[in-house]
Structure formats: C-alpha cells, structure tokens
T-cell receptor, first 112, second 112 residues
Framework: DTAVSQTPKYLVTQMGNDKSIKCEQN?????MYWYKQDSKKFLKIMFS???????INETVPNRFSPKSPDKAHLNLHINSLELGDSAVYFC???????????FGQGTRLTVV | GESVGLHLPTLSVQEGDNSIINCAYS??????FIWYKQESGKGPQFIID?????DKRQGQRVTVLLNKTVKHLSLQIAATQPGDSAVYFC???????????FGTGTRLKVLA
C-alpha cells in the first residue's frame, strides 16, 4: 500500500491554465507538506499543514493555493500557470515536528 | 539566508568500497537532521536520522555523524552497492518548527 500518494504523476499543460495536484496519506500523520524540486534537484518547501491548519507558507505566489479538506489530504491548486512553474512537486507527511517526513512519488508538471 | 550544502557534486565510488557524503548546514538552532536517498523518478526516501543531542548513529550499512561545532553532517555507506546509486540529500529542521530545509544533494555513482 502506498503511504503517500499523489496524482497525477505527470501533468503537461499550457500557460495560463489552472490545474490541481492531489495528495493523500494513509499513515495517520498530522502534518503534510508540499515541496518543489527544480531542474537542479533543489528541494524547497512551499507549504505545511498541521491538523488541517496552514503553518508554513514559504513566499509562494498566491497563484498557488493549498487545500486540506481533512488530515489525510493536502491538494495543491495552481492558477494561471507560468513556464517557471515547471518542476516536480512532492507531497510529504510526518507524524509531528519531531519525526521524518515521508514523500510521495512526485508530480512532474510541464508548462508549455 | 538558508542553506544546507551549496552544490550538487558527484561522488564516484567503486562497488564494495565505503562512501562518505558530506553536508554543511547553516542553522545552529537546528535540532534534527535526516538523510534522504532519491532514485531517478522517485520521491526522497528516508535513510537515517539523528538528533542534536547525539553525534553518531548507525543503521544497516549506514552511519550518520554530526559535528555541531562546525555544523557538519556526514553519511557513511559501507560496502557500497550498485543499488546505492542515487542522489542523497541532507535535511535539517529548526527546533520547534515543521520546516525541513534540504541541501542541494550529492549524486552517488557506484562503479562496477
């Protein structure tokens, strides 16, 4: 069983479109994250939610809006996609702030 | 600014030899450190962690060393195998925060 699953795995879309990436974890964790990995493999945190509440928002354009309907889900909606949004987006979860984060398989977003 | 490591270097190691991957971190207040392994097309996978009240921790074929004086973290892999080929990231977490800051990673290539 996949612990942290995100869909879709690949997403190709045109500039200006709006798209969503879904994430679900079945680990019973309280905290979920979105990370962005650029072409140089650099991983940067975007958002973190703890018990459905936003606790980290790292200078991300407001075109990006996370939504956590419940503790097991953290979706990422992106409006007006730009070329620079092309990257791999990873969802992750952790039990709390004292334990490791488990990552999903990533969503490769390509904006053309 | 935040920085954990500054490069994406490549380490080439002969199969069977030991590997040492290094990481410098910048936040002296960080109290939890993790090493992740990322294989091509996959999400980061937890390898081993260490808390700031320790200076060494061992797992199966892996050892993490923490030197808080010089803010340095290393991952030692014993008897490196072809399956160890991947990009390795160190990550730090500031005390009391939910934010994992990743280094830029090291690519490990295992030569047959």
């Amino acid at each position: 069983d996949t612990a942290v699953s995100q869909t879709p795995k690949y997403l190709v879309t045109q500039m200006g479109n709006d798209k969503s990436i879904k994430c679900e974890q079945n680990l019973g964790h309280d905290t979920m994250y979105w990370y962005k990995q650029d072409s140089k493999k650099f991983l940067k945190i975007m958002f973190s939610y703890n018990n459905k509440e936003l606790i980290i928002n790292e200078t991300v354009p407001n075109r990006f809006s996370p939504k956590s309907p419940d503790k097991a889900h953290l979706n990422l909606h992106i409006n007006s996609l730009e070329l620079g949004d092309s990257a791999v987006y990873f969802c992750a979860s952790s039990q709390d702030s004292h334990t490791e984060a488990f990552f999903g398989q990533g969503t490769r977003l390509t904006v053309v | 600014g935040e920085s954990v490591g500054l490069h994406l270097p490549t380490l080439s190691v002969q199969e069977g030899d030991n590997s040492i991957i290094n990481c410098a971190y910048s936040n002296s207040a960080s109290d939890y450190f993790i090493w992740y392994k990322q294989e091509s097309g996959k999400g980061p996978q937890f390898i081993i962690d260490i808390r700031s009240n320790m200076d060494k921790r061992q797992g199966q074929r892996v050892t993490v060393l923490l030197n808080k004086t010089v803010k340095h973290l290393s991952l030692q892999i014993a008897a490196t195998q072809p399956g160890d080929s991947a990009v390795y990231f160190c990550a730090e977490r500031g005390s009391g925060t939910y934010k994992y800051i990743f280094g830029t990673g090291t690519r490990l290539k295992v030569l047959a």
